[in-house]
């Protein structure tokens, strides 16, 4: 498939505002009084990417997404909306993301997502999607449909 350069519809790119003083910074990465109830989280964890790796290209059926992405380090994001049903289907967007531009992104169902440290050190990502992994209990098959093993693959994500 051809990508085409392009905004992709669903996707929420959510600039962060940091507020500081003497001891430090705070930022607010989601409210509910600001998110939607169907895509509100229902866990957060952290992670952690060593310079030049990637986590990706993946997409999930049924999860959305909130990334935040704060630094330290900076991540060049890649999506491709892979969604036929979707006005924007066949675009791709690129956002270098972090420490120097701190926003949340919501990535809806069916966006093949992925990203790659560009820094020349770790990048840090909390993530709160909308279900758990795993499900309940850890015990359901987990929601992904995996692309970094395939070669042949159209998702393709350079640093």
């Known amino acids: ?3 085409t350069d392009g905004k992709i519809d ?3 790119v959510k600039p962060i505002k940091k507020y500081s003083d ?4 705070l930022a607010e990465l989601f409210r ?8 509100m989280p229902q866990m957060g964890y952290i992670s952690v990417t ?4 990637s986590r990706g290209p993946h997409a ?5 997404d909130v990334f935040g992405f704060l630094g330290p380090g900076s991540m060049r994001v890649f999506l491709w909306d892979n969604r036929p049903a979707s006005r924007t289907y066949g675009n791709k967007e690129e956002i270098i993301v ?9 990535v809806p169902p069916g966006l093949v997502h992925g990203y790659v440290n560009v820094s020349n050190k770790e990048a840090m990502v909390l993530n709160f999607p909308n279900s758990l992994y795993k499900g309940k209990d850890k015990k359901a098959d987990v929601d992904e449909v995996r692309h970094e093993e395939d070669k042949n693959s159209p998702f393709k994500m350079h640093g």
Request: glycine share 12%; proline share 6%.
């Open 1 to 3: 498939m051809n990508w």
């Open 10 to 12: 669903g996707l929420i």
């Open 22 to 25: 003497q001891r430090g910074w």
């Open 32 to 39: 509910t009084d600001e998110i939607s109830s169907d895509i």
């Open 50 to 53: 060593n310079p030049g790796m």
């Open 60 to 64: 999930h059926v049924e999860q959305t």
């Open 98 to 106: 972090g420490e120097d531009n701190p926003v949340v992104i919501v």
